[in-house]
């Protein structure tokens, strides 16, 4: 499959700007991680013994687990919380479920860094397929690129560098914060408009989740849903469609091997 075009005639002829979300969207390192933490907040709920089932619970957290993907993890645990205390439990302080996600997490990506560090994994086969080219190629059109993430800032840096895709961005890597009131996608888009050094209509955004897409359409971008269903990345995942769909994105991919196709499209080529 390649390109689905949601809005014909949309392009980003216009771009000046560029805006990539990083896991899923550029890196596997972290792919699984859906299935790390929704069974971790299943597991914190059935404890509860509310008498609710397991399957319904899977349910409930798997959507908002799924609504709230591109903003910090710090969202997703800040709900947990809430859906302990409407069930009448005492949540711990969001920051430490998300430090019990984070552990259970690095067991399983631990061999995916190791490897990377050492050598063993190449950094093309910790990407969606065709990332490299295209980051590349949009570099070289003199398009000024963004990457930002919900994970923490530390942590993707090192992941991005690991990759090397660092360089593509220019310093400009951003992932989240302790103080995560004080950094998202959207206040990085807001103060890029507000320094006058773009208009909303010259950027382009990349994610596969809704939350980047959604920022991006809202100030009148270009945006690309990429529906990758990790970690083969070769079908659309049709969740992912159905929620970048449904906040605006202008087309719709599985990957970026499409990128002759790709290119076209945005660029009116």
């Not at 990539?20 to 550029?26: K, N, R, S």
């Amino acid at each position: 499959m390649s390109i689905e075009y949601l809005r014909p005639g949309a392009s980003a002829a216009q771009a000046r700007v560029v805006l990539f979300d990083f896991d899923g969207t550029v890196s596997l390192i972290r792919s699984g991680w859906v299935e790390v933490m929704v069974p971790m907040m299943v597991e914190i709920l059935l404890d509860l013994k509310t008498g609710e089932s397991e399957a319904g619970l899977r349910a409930l957290v798997s959507e908002f687990v799924g609504q709230l993907t591109g903003r910090q993890t710090m969202y997703q645990m800040i709900e947990l919380a809430r859906q302990i205390d409407l069930r009448g439990g005492k949540p711990l302080d969001p920051l430490e479920y998300k430090r019990l996600y984070y552990q259970r997490l690095n067991h399983l990506i631990e061999d995916r860094i190791e490897g990377l560090r050492a050598g063993r994994i190449a950094p093309d086969q910790m990407m969606v397929p065709g990332a490299r080219r295209l980051l590349d190629a949009l570099k070289e059109r003199g398009l000024e690129m963004y990457l930002a993430s919900g994970t923490d800032q530390p942590y993707m840096r090192e992941e991005a560098r690991l990759l090397q895709v660092d360089a593509c961005f220019d310093g400009r890597v951003y992932g989240a914060l302790d103080d995560y009131r004080s950094f998202s996608k959207k206040i990085l888009i807001e103060r890029l408009i507000s320094g006058s050094q773009h208009r909303g209509d010259q950027f382009l955004g990349f994610g596969d989740g809704y939350v980047e897409i959604q920022n991006i359409k809202e100030v009148g971008g270009a945006a690309v849903g990429v529906a990758t269903d990790e970690p083969l990345c070769v079908e659309v995942d049709q969740t992912k469609r159905r929620r970048l769909a449904g906040v605006g994105a202008d087309w719709i991919i599985p990957n970026y091997n499409c990128y002759h196709e790709l290119m076209a499209a945005l660029f009116n080529e």
